[in-house]
């Protein structure tokens, strides 16, 4: 059970009993005789409460305090929260009866939910997009929830078993690329390569089909043109209708037009800028261009037994979201868990 000091239905309801009219200021004198004044809005819960600190009736906002209530603060839009009581405290106080279920005020709560973003970047808050989805409504410089949490984690799990299934397909194409001309030695070095990394491509194509990256790109130049055709067209087939994969002069881009598109100039054609900016980390889904920003720190994805599958430059201030959802990547493709490390400068996690 939790008690709401601040809600306004409970402030207003006590505050009526005991303050005059609205316009009148209201004078009174603390335990030490010291006089206050006020306004309805300003004057703490306590100080308007008929109620001495010794008193034996006090009723039960005023005995739920642990401290002289002349000297507390509540006030509507104090900024004071909630704090939790125990049923049997809550019960002997006459607030619950024996066997009632208590109903949770969240829904009140979350009418009224929403921030700023105006400082988020636009790669930021397209992580908050790809966390909360259709849960959230960005209008400008402000985010408002709008619920829907039921539908919501339905949503993620069909996702999740879709993406299972497109990272499971897509390594297999990529697994069926072989070398370029090459000699044999060379060669079956380089296959041994493109095994190593035919998980985080797959992870990341699959993140980018689902919404939460919004460029993909690799140099594959070293394998054979033929094959990575063949393979960037059985992509395409897999992953959803708008997100684009292209292969083109040995690069394999996979993309989001509608993610790109919020980082890219809108006066100017959407490909050439993806090509310009096909190794810049922001528009891979890592917040940084290591090129232009030296300012960032290493971030590590592991997987459950402690190897390390996937690392990236991150910035340090929000190195958290981006290590939070690129390891999401991983546990949605995958199925299994994985986890995030920041190192610090120093060497220290």
């Given at each position: 059970l939790q008690y709401f000091l601040p809600d306004f239905t409970l402030v207003s309801s006590l505050l009526l009993q005991s303050l005059p009219e609205s316009g009148h200021s209201l004078k009174s004198k603390n335990a030490a005789g010291n006089r206050l004044q006020g306004s309805r809005t300003r004057l703490p819960i306590a100080m308007v409460l008929p109620y001495g600190p010794q008193a034996t009736t006090r009723p039960p906002i005023c005995q739920l305090f642990r401290y002289d209530p002349i000297a507390l603060g509540y006030d509507f839009g104090s900024g004071v929260w909630v704090r939790d009581v125990l049923r049997g405290e809550a019960m002997r106080?006459?607030?619950?009866?024996?066997?009632?279920?208590?109903?949770?005020n969240a829904d009140r709560f979350q009418e009224r939910l929403e921030s700023t973003v105006k400082d988020l970047a636009p790669q930021l808050r397209n992580v908050l997009k790809e966390h909360f989805g259709d849960q959230i409504e960005i209008d400008g410089d402000v985010v408002r929830w709008k619920g829907g949490v039921a539908e919501h984690e339905a949503a993620v799990e069909n996702r999740r078993q879709s993406v299972g299934q497109q990272f499971a397909g897509i390594k297999s194409d990529l697994g069926g690329v072989r070398p370029g001309d090459l000699g044999a030695e060379e060669a079956g070095r380089i296959e041994e390569v493109a095994r190593e990394f035919q998980p985080p491509w797959a992870a990341q194509i699959s993140a980018v089909a689902a919404g939460r990256k919004p460029l993909f790109?690799?140099?594959?130049?070293?394998?054979?043109?033929?094959?990575?055709?063949?393979?960037?067209?059985?992509?395409?087939k897999r992953i959803p209708a708008g997100v684009v994969a292209r292969f083109e002069d040995g690069h394999l881009?996979?993309?989001?037009?509608?993610?790109?598109?919020?980082?890219?100039d809108p006066r100017?054609?959407?490909?050439?800028?993806i090509v310009a900016h096909r190794d810049d980390g922001k528009w891979l889904g890592y917040g940084v261009n290591w090129f232009e920003d030296p300012a960032f720190v290493r971030v590590t994805i592991s997987d459950a037994g402690g190897a390390t599958v996937f690392a990236f430059g991150a910035p340090e201030q929000t190195a958290h979201l981006y290590g939070a959802a690129r390891a999401q990547d991983w546990i949605e493709a995958t199925g299994r868990p994985h986890t995030y490390t920041i190192h610090r400068p120093g060497g220290g996690p």
């Open positions: 106080l006459g607030l619950v009866n024996l066997g009632q279920r208590m109903q949770p790109h690799e140099d594959l130049g070293f394998l054979d043109p033929e094959d990575l055709s063949r393979a960037g067209a059985s992509i395409q881009y996979v993309y989001n037009p509608d993610l790109v598109g919020r980082l890219a100017k054609p959407l490909w050439p800028q």
